[in-house]
């Protein structure tokens, strides 16, 4: 049994390598800019500066009729419309699936943007999302342009809602811990799907919560690659585009002014590198934490200027009397630097450093006490315990007038939990004896991790309590000896 052989994605050589008529066989195939991938793969980008000049129109149609599918499509009505393209959803008679249809709207083009310049993205897009082949990337079928239409291509169909949707779904205020720990969730499978685009030297540019779907089954894709930038091996845009086609010169605006980073607001096209999309991730991490973008302008103008100032309000003064974990706050801003350099070197990082803050908590915050700072002290009530990260503290208790060192910490040593798990007040001081930084752990962040009334809490509870019996009973045989 023979098999055809296809092309990338499927695609018959066919359906491009034989030569319209009036075209002229003898022409060379136009060059293209290379990419080199993983594996020996390629993406390949078909350089517009050096393409021939324009057949004639019959040639044009002959050409489109060439590429068009081989199957027909039903369209079942319109999905979704933006930036400069519509989405239908169709049905594939032959293979008898739906599929998303993605068509160029020659009406609702950029000012800025030519109708040679709109033709190039859009096929590009196509062409670069359909050599992404990654689970969290939705997959291209064909590509192709009906004789006297606009350039269209399908794709997988994708249902569900995007993290807009999610984030809106319940008030700031009212959300719960494990619906926060779902939306980070989403955001890290969404840095193992850019950071593989980056790895076939692709950046997005356009990162945001629109952009990422979540399916029916919780399956997430990140959507919308048609701002996406193709770059060289060392990072730095490609390249050779055509002047004029508003694509990537410097100066060049491309992406969405609330999320943006400086180097994008600005036109800094040589500038666009990894490190721009980890911005956006974490204007994505900055908006799932506050519910808002970090640059919120009146108009998409001003959100663009307020992107190149870049200043960002810390998200707890966002959030207000809603209470944020600390350590995500801190994370979002380190990524929302304006100094690229300063910024998480790449997106790996930036996800690792996130589940580390899970790993850590979230919720907590740390302290630095310098040398003889009595930490808290015998007959405080409790407010919080403490995990020694660096320096060295001493334990003491004053009995009958006299200073009785209990014990010495140092890093890993923890303090405090007992009372504040039992409520009772402080049964000894606790004094740094060189700088010492500590972990936080107050009543709310307890209560988080235990559960007000769960059974490991009360569980905690009770061992805390017999524990501070106990040291009382100790206490009372250091003063008196073992007859009393």
């Given at each position: ?21 009036g ?157 926060l ?74 992406g969405?002014?609330?999320?943006m980073a ?7 096209v ?96 740390s ?29 003491f ?30 049964s ?14 107050d009543?709310?962040?307890?209560e ?37």
């Amino acid at each position: 049994m023979s098999r055809r052989k296809t092309g990338p994605r499927g695609r018959r050589p066919a359906e491009d390598a034989a030569p319209a008529e009036g075209v002229g066989a003898a022409a060379a195939p136009p060059p293209e800019k290379t990419i080199d991938l993983d594996d020996g793969a390629e993406v390949r980008v078909e350089d517009p500066a050096a393409q021939p000049p324009p057949p004639p129109a019959h040639a044009l149609r002959d050409r489109a009729r060439s590429l068009a599918p081989r199957r027909p499509l039903v369209d079942c009505g319109l999905l979704a419309t933006g930036g400069m393209s519509r989405v239908h959803k169709v049905f594939d008679a032959s293979l008898q699936r739906h599929l998303a249809l993605k068509v160029l709207d020659p009406g609702a083009l950029p000012e800025a943007l030519t109708p040679t310049g709109a033709h190039l993205r859009f096929r590009e897009e196509a062409q670069l999302t359909g050599q992404l082949d990654h689970p969290n990337i939705p997959p291209v079928h064909d590509l192709w342009q009906d004789p006297g239409g606009p350039p269209c291509f399908t794709m997988k169909l994708v249902e569900g809602h995007t993290l807009t949707e999610r984030l809106n779904a319940t008030p700031l205020a009212e959300r719960a811990d494990h619906e926060l720990e779902r939306l980070l969730d989403i955001l890290l499978v969404v840095c193992d799907a850019i950071s593989f685009a980056h790895s076939k030297g692709v950046i997005h540019r356009d990162l945001k919560p629109d952009n990422i779907m979540v399916g029916s089954y919780g399956q997430v894709y990140v959507m919308d690659w048609g701002c996406a930038l193709a770059t060289s091996p060392g990072g730095a845009a490609a390249p050779g585009r055509e002047a004029g086609a508003g694509r990537d010169d410097h100066g060049t605006v491309v992406g969405t002014g609330a999320y943006m980073a400086p180097e994008q607001a600005n036109g800094q096209v040589a500038l666009i590198r990894e490190w721009t999309d980890v911005y956006l991730l974490g204007a994505v991490l900055y908006e799932i934490l506050t519910q808002q973008p970090p640059h919120r302008g009146r108009t998409a103008f001003e959100s663009v200027q307020l992107a190149r100032e870049n200043q960002i309000r810390p998200p707890q003064q966002v959030a207000g009397e809603v209470r944020l974990p600390p350590e995500l706050c801190r994370v979002a801003m380190r990524a929302l630097e304006a100094n690229p350099m300063r910024r998480y070197p790449t997106v790996i990082a930036l996800r690792d450093d996130i589940k580390q803050a899970l790993r850590r908590g979230w919720w907590l915050e740390s302290a630095t006490f310098l040398p003889g700072t009595l930490i808290y002290q015998q007959g405080d009530p409790p407010d919080a315990a403490y995990i020694i990260l660096s320096g060295c503290c001493e334990v003491f208790r004053m009995e009958d007038g006299r200073r009785v060192v209990l014990r010495g910490m140092g890093p890993g040593d923890s303090f405090g939990e007992a009372s504040l798990v039992s409520g009772r007040s402080r049964s000894a001081t606790v004094q740094a004896l060189t700088e010492t930084t500590a972990t936080v752990i107050d009543k709310d962040c307890l209560e988080r991790a235990l559960g007000r009334d769960s059974w490991l809490g009360q569980f905690m509870r009770a061992l805390a309590n017999r524990f501070h019996d106990l040291d009382a009973r100790l206490a009372l045989l250091r003063r008196h000896g073992p007859g009393r």
